[in-house]
């Protein structure tokens, strides 16, 4: 990082650490996130903290619902003529006849590509046989149910009070272990808190799910005549008996809920938070990602560990927080200087704005961002910045010029 | 639209980095990108830097801090090109990255 900060004049350095600029290698995802908690803009889920008797209402409402009854109905009628179809294996395969379809019809051509990284393959439709588009066509009605299914249970839940995820309720088999790792569990610990979690939002239809499921896969097991296969599903089914989270559920037949709780990562590693759905999507969109950050406050400037390379460069990044940390200072050190030049920065920024383009798409953020990226580029490739935004190249090499004079008073 | 992009050999010479021969050349349509280079060894390098996911900034400000974030983007957004150039220059395959104004 030093070496890049290098590109600045020692004048404009020895201003910025005066003022008491700090310059920080963190983990940036981690810090933003701690800021998000602290300003309680992330909260943690409550799904670890469901109130079972809320919970078993809501199971038992949704149980009585005429409207879940009428698409339980729907669905059951489909499963029947899919079963005609395919037999015994069904209740296994779930998606799996949609997805085998689906995967043929994506498949590339064998062999390493010649060009591009995103080269067009030429690929024959495959022939699909009138029993397989019969079963894609209800596999289709059955997600339409099962999102529909999902929407009502959406809605109770949230009249409920039970935290559970929204839009999850689609067709097929699926286990709770299954569950834990969709929602980012990947710790023993964690697996066994997600399952915790699973009974108190679920109750009594989790065993009861499992149980037909069971049933369903001992009888499979029992008609068998290869007896390899038969070997192997045997001792599939004990190591599911050892292991009930790991037995898949017909989860839209037996209305099983997954907790709305993910276990969420800042920065992708360490111990996991756990959010909600609307946590988890605000997190996503605001510390994913981030790669600097600037306290006006403490005057600190944090890059992230991730961005600094090997020759301590990190593309920019040092020199856009730093300039954060200019502009702030030289308005508070010469007020008078920095009114007269932010008019202009506003005037520069302004028509940039209508002209739709300056160095970067993001200096068209904010002034702030705006003479930022201006003074970042201005140590880049100062050309550059003075032919696309001339104006921009002009303020920042004042600030920076200002900076320079207070740096050796 | 097609944007052509000519990739073209650095060569050393007297501790001078001097412009060579065309390499190869890139063709982006759209939101993606097709690479032709004669030498297949080459070609690979390129296609592993092409591959790397190229980010740019975003980001927001909250009660006096500023968060400057990295997003990915596609070979469609306007600065995705010269953040690739940037990354070919400045990787070891020596070359010089010619994009069309």
Do not use: C
């Not at chain 1, 550059?384 to 200002?402: S, Y």
């Amino acid at each position: 990082m030093k070496k890049e900060l290098r590109g600045f004049d020692s004048d404009v350095l020895s201003f910025a650490d005066r003022r008491g600029i700090r310059m920080q290698v963190t983990n940036t995802e981690t810090e933003v996130f701690k800021m998000l908690q602290d300003r309680g803009n992330l909260t943690t889920t409550t799904a670890d903290r469901v109130d079972t008797g809320a919970a078993r209402r809501f199971g038992e409402s949704l149980a009585t619902d005429p409207r879940a009854a009428a698409i339980d109905q729907k669905i059951a009628s489909l499963e029947s003529r899919r079963k005609e179809l395919f037999g015994d294996q069904q209740p296994l395969v779930g998606f799996g006849i949609m997805g085998g379809v689906m995967a043929g019809a994506a498949m590339k051509p064998s062999g390493p590509p010649t060009k591009g990284i995103d080269a067009k393959q030429p690929s024959e439709p495959p022939q699909v046989p009138p029993k397989m588009q019969e079963a894609m066509a209800l596999n289709g009605e059955l997600m339409k149910l099962s999102e529909e299914k999902g929407k009502l249970i959406d809605a109770r839940s949230r009249e409920a009070g039970v935290p559970v995820r929204s839009g999850t309720m689609f067709a097929g088999q699926m286990s709770s272990d299954m569950m834990a790792e969709f929602q980012g569990a990947k710790t023993p610990a964690e697996k066994q808190q997600f399952e915790k979690m699973m009974g108190a939002v679920n109750g009594d239809r989790l065993q009861a799910a499992r149980r037909e499921s069971l049933r369903n896969i001992e009888s499979l097991a029992a008609r068998m005549d290869n007896p390899k296969m038969k070997g192997m599903l045997g001792k599939q089914l004990d190591d599911m008996r050892a292991h009930p989270e790991k037995i898949p559920m017909d989860r839209v037949k037996h209305n099983i809920l997954i907790p709305d709780v993910h276990y969420y990562r800042p920065g992708g590693k360490g111990e996991a938070v756990l959010l909600d759905s609307e946590n988890l999507e605000r997190a996503n969109k605001h510390v994913d990602g981030a790669s600097g950050l600037y306290f006006s406050g403490t005057k600190t400037a944090q890059v992230d560990a991730a961005a600094v390379g090997r020759d301590g460069h990190t593309h920019g990044t040092a020199s856009h927080e730093l300039s954060h940390g200019l502009d702030y200072e030289v308005a508070a050190a010469v007020p008078a200087f920095y009114k007269t030049w932010s008019a202009d920065l506003e005037k520069a920024y302004a028509q940039a704005k209508t002209r739709g383009a300056s160095i970067t798409e993001y200096a068209l953020t904010n002034p702030r961002e705006y003479v930022a990226e201006g003074v970042e580029h201005y140590h880049r490739d100062r050309a550059l910045l003075k032919t696309r935004d001339p104006a921009l190249h002009d303020v920042a090499e004042r600030l920076l010029q200002q900076a320079g004079k207070l740096g050796v008073q | 639209m097609v944007t052509r992009v000519i990739l073209r050999h650095l060569r050393e010479e007297d501790d001078v980095l001097v412009l060579g021969d065309i390499a190869g050349e890139m063709d982006v349509v759209d939101d993606s990108i097709e690479v032709a280079i004669d030498d297949p060894e080459l070609q690979q390098r390129v296609l592993e830097v092409v591959s790397e996911p190229i980010s740019v900034r975003a980001g927001f400000e909250m009660d006096g801090v500023i968060v400057t974030r990295l997003e990915p983007r596609g070979p469609d957004h306007p600065e995705y090109l010269s953040a690739l150039r940037e990354r070919l220059e400045q990787s070891d395959l020596r070359l010089q990255v010619e994009i069309p104004d």
